[in-house]
């Protein structure tokens, strides 16, 4: 079992930059790829990036790739998403999730969920 909570979020203008983070409980984090997904209102909840459990391997959208940076911290069961240029389409509530299966580009390849938090980029 593996516990999410994600925070960080806020309102930020445009062009501006937040640093997400994702706490994780459990002594088996670094088993997991972690990935973040974005869930705008009315929307379908989209992928955003992800890493592997070790070596760092990383995984993004086309519409964050250069923007967005994904990192994580075995040793303090964190995973980070750094969101820099903000644009107001990425709007969204972020949740971060956790797969045991090695996929990580599908809602239902991810096993755990956080409660997500709120970004909002102002024009």
């Known amino acids: 079992q593996v516990q999410l909570g994600e925070s960080g979020g806020g309102l930020v203008q445009a062009g501006g930059s937040l640093r997400l983070s994702c706490a994780a409980s459990g002594r088996t984090f670094s088993r997991y790829a972690m990935g973040w997904f974005r869930q705008a209102p009315g929307k379908e909840r989209e992928f955003v990036a992800a890493?592997?459990?070790?070596?760092?391997?990383?995984y993004y959208s086309d519409s964050v790739k250069g923007r967005f940076t994904i990192s994580r911290d075995n040793a303090k069961n964190t995973v980070y998403l750094q969101v820099n240029s903000l644009k107001p389409e990425d709007t969204a509530v972020y949740y971060c999730?956790?797969?045991?299966?090695?996929?990580?580009?599908?809602?239902?390849?991810?096993?755990?969920w956080g409660q997500g938090t709120q970004v909002t980029v102002s024009s």
């Open positions: 890493i592997s459990g070790v070596g760092g391997v990383t």
């Open positions: 999730a956790a797969s045991g299966y090695g996929s990580i580009w599908s809602p239902s390849d991810y096993d755990y």
